[in-house]
């Protein structure tokens, strides 16, 4: 972000704001957001700008939270830990080690804000873990006219179930306070094996680690497997520039080289995918447990991911391969599974079911359209919901069948931002107007 222009992380999504505000504390929160309504401007908060759609633009006032990024409060002892919102993962996960704890489950990035991953229902991997919003415990959140609340599940049940997946829509969180666990290490083992037989017994495979995930180039008759479990193990000594081998040299500009050639000659797509299948690799390695989650991503794409019911994960793989094959796609990048259990939040893409996530992506300057456009008519037709922060073409019409608390989350809307203060033209399509 520049001192007047916002960007994403793929560059697709880009505003110039007539105000950027970088509040320190909750006082300077307040003063923006007075400047805000005496203007008449609309308001959306950045997190780090890793969403793929157009959650966070706006011509009106852009609130970037990431000078508030300290840790408030630890308690060891019952593992409550507070954050102001802007922390990033990352940061968190630092500090959660100095008091010898962690996060239950990560996604495969820590650049993100809490806040932006909590509001987007941001994921890992396992089918006994929900999301990373589940983990919260309480949130202060700062409505359009600067009242300060503090959400939780006693206090305010409806609240509290609407912010913690609410897409920034219902005013600017300023702190979290998170369940964090004793620490823990995992012991995570990557290795090829035939996508036929795996989809035979994903079930089973997702059952059988603490998190898996499926990795699959399309074309290739082989699926990467990625097993996390837990372990008393030592952790695995990993020299940095193993590391830098490892996680920057083979896997990011090896992806890199492969995906530039796919994207300048096509035709050459399903044999390099299936070379890139076989040069993946295999690795067992035991380290502390955000480092086994988290990697490096240095190649640019955008993506799409929808959460279906888990009992439809297998066909649902089949239908996009099918497709893809079908038609030739030059699609070059792989197609990535995941599992999470079903939780509560009423705008969680989990809710009320346990799920299985698919995300795909195209390599960065490809057209993505018609790739997306196939995969989301098969994901609709499996009753799939898109995630927030990835691309969809879905909207407040469409979603609002399938999350069965629609109307209550509509309700706490209506009640902590009546004027629709915290809105933009994403907001609009993917939830409808405010009060509306
Ligand atoms: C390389 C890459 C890897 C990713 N990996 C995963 C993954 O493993 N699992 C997964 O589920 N997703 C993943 N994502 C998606 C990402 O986690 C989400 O899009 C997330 O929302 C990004 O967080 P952010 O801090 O960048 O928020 P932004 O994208 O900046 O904002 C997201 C939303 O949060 C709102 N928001 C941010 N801060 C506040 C606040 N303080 N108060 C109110 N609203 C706020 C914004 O208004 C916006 O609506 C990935 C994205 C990328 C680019």
Same mark, same amino acid.
């Given at each position: ?308 019911? @888990?009992? #439809?994960?297998?066909?649902?793989? *089949?239908?996009?391969? $099918? +497709? =893809? &094959? %079908?038609?030739?796609? /030059? ?81 706490? @809307?209506? #009640?902590?931002?009546?004027?629709? *203060?915290?809105?933009? $033209? +994403? =907001? &609009? %399509?993917?939830?409808? /107007?405010?009060?509306?």
């Amino acid at each position: 972000m520049s001192a007047s222009t916002w960007s994403n992380w793929d560059g697709r999504q880009r505003c110039a704001p007539q105000a950027i505000e970088r509040p320190r504390d909750v006082d300077e929160l307040r003063g923006a957001l007075d400047r805000a309504r005496a203007a008449g401007r609309r308001v959306r908060v950045a997190g780090s700008g890793h969403s793929f759609t157009g959650l966070v633009v706006t011509d009106g006032t852009l609130i970037s939270l990431e000078r508030m990024n300290r840790v408030l409060a630890v308690d060891p002892t019952s593992g409550l830990v507070q954050v102001e919102a802007g922390i990033t993962i990352g940061a968190l996960n630092a500090a959660l080690d100095r008091h010898g704890l962690a996060v239950e489950n990560l996604g495969d990035i820590d650049r993100q804000s809490l806040a932006g991953a909590t509001a987007t229902g941001t994921h890992g991997t396992g089918t006994r873990l929900r999301n990373l919003s589940s983990q919260l415990r309480e949130i202060e959140l700062m409505t359009a006219d600067g009242t300060l609340l503090t959400l939780d599940e006693r206090s305010d049940p409806d609240g509290w179930r609407a912010a913690r997946v609410s897409l920034g829509a219902l005013g600017v969180v300023t702190s979290l306070t998170l369940q964090a666990l004793p620490a823990y290490r995992l012991r995570g083992v990557d290795g090829p094996a035939p996508l036929e037989a795996t989809l035979e017994q994903l079930d089973r495979l997702a059952d059988a680690h603490d998190h898996f995930e499926l990795y699959w180039f399309p074309y290739s008759r082989t699926a990467l497997l990625r097993r996390n479990d837990r372990t008393d193990a030592a952790v695995t000594p990993r020299s940095r520039a193993r590391a830098h081998l490892e996680d920057i040299v083979l896997v990011n500009h090896g992806l890199s080289a492969f995906s530039r050639l796919g994207r300048r000659h096509p035709s050459l797509i399903p044999s390099l995918n299936r070379l890139a299948t076989r040069v993946a690799g295999s690795s067992d390695r035991v380290d502390v447990s955000h480092r086994i989650f988290v990697s490096p991503r240095l190649v640019r794409f955008t993506e799409m991911e929808y959460a279906i019911p @888990r009992a #439809r994960a297998a066909e649902a793989i *089949r239908a996009v391969r $099918g +497709e =893809i &094959e %079908r038609r030739r796609l /030059p699609i070059n990048f792989p197609i990535e599974v995941r599992f999470v259990a079903g939780d509560d939040a009423l705008l969680s893409p989990a809710y009320g079911r346990d799920t299985c996530y698919i995300a795909v992506h195209v390599f960065d300057g490809m057209e993505y359209e018609t790739y997306f456009g196939i995969v989301e008519e098969i994901m609709s037709g499996l009753d799939g919901r898109p995630h927030w922060g990835k691309r969809h073409r879905q909207t407040a019409a469409s979603l609002a069948p399938r999350y069965p608390e629609w109307a209550r989350f509509q309700a706490v @809307r209506t #009640r902590l931002d009546p004027e629709g *203060r915290f809105a933009n $033209g +994403e =907001i &609009e %399509r993917v939830l409808g /107007p405010a009060g509306g």
